[in-house]
């Protein structure tokens, strides 16, 4: 199955592109996702909660950025995991490509190709994977635009080339005697997300629909 979606998010290019291939950092803004630890070649290890009413299934793999093009700022990254009571799995690959667009903030094109088995293979009937996708991205987009928002602009960020070069020679004459350095200080770890309650999920992509009817209709 394939998806293609889009998002747009009110900050510079270079910080989304930056932040998306920051999988630690990203991971908490998809609900039920964790990362748990990292392997020496780059590969993520993480885990994946749905609850389903008084059912918890949780879903372990890994995920890793297979090529990322900073020119056309295009990243590929390959998922797979499986359920740990050994009831389905899933593989995708996933390309976001990244444009900026004429309001200084970016857009990002996402195309997931997966497949899926077990118990969430149900979902796929009816374009419910689909309505439920557009879903967890929405909130996922909102969350990522939150922490932007949150985070510290980075130093020449939205500079020409002339005015970054100003800053630089500026920032060469100060003594660095006269200006004390900060003292260095680590931001917290990102607070994992809560798991994906699927009964909740599942009635809040149904209201979409209902909503999406009533519009078509007028």
């Known amino acids: 199955m394939k998806l293609e ?8 290019i270079e910080r989304v592109w930056s932040a998306l291939n920051d999988l630690e950092q990203v991971a908490p803004c998809l609900p039920g996702a ?18 389903l009413g008084p059912t918890t299934a949780n879903y372990r793999g890994t995920i890793r950025i297979e090529s990322a093009d900073e020119a056309t700022h295009t990243a590929t990254l390959a998922a797979k ?11 995708a690959t996933i390309v976001n490509t990244l444009a900026a667009t004429d309001a200084g903030g970016t857009r990002v094109d996402a ?7 077990g118990r969430l293979a149900s979902f796929g009937r009816g374009g ?10 929405r909130d996922f987009a909102a969350c990522l635009q939150t922490r ?6 980075v130093a020449g960020e939205g500079m020409t080339a002339d005015e970054a070069a100003a800053s630089a020679g500026a ?16 931001p917290p770890p990102p607070a994992a997300a ?16 209902i909503k999406g009817i009533f519009r078509r209709g007028r």
């Not at 932007?148 to 602009?153: G, K, W, Y």
Request: charged fraction near 20%.
């Open 5 to 12: 979606q889009s998002f747009e998010v009110a900050a510079p």
């Open 34 to 51: 964790a990362i748990t630890g990292r392997d020496d070649d780059g590969t993520y290890r993480g885990e994946f909660t749905v609850k």
């Open 81 to 91: 995991g499986s359920d740990k009571r050994g009831q389905g799995g899933a593989t």
């Open 111 to 117: 195309v997931t190709d997966f497949s899926i088995t």
């Open 128 to 137: 419910m994977i689909k309505d439920i996708s557009n879903r967890l991205l």
């Open 148 to 153: 932007l928002a949150a985070a510290p602009a």
């Open 171 to 186: 920032a060469e004459q100060v003594d660095p005697a006269s200006s004390p350095a900060p003292a260095p200080s680590q």
């Open 194 to 209: 809560p798991p994906i309650k699927g009964f909740s999920l599942f009635f809040g992509v149904l209201l979409d629909r």
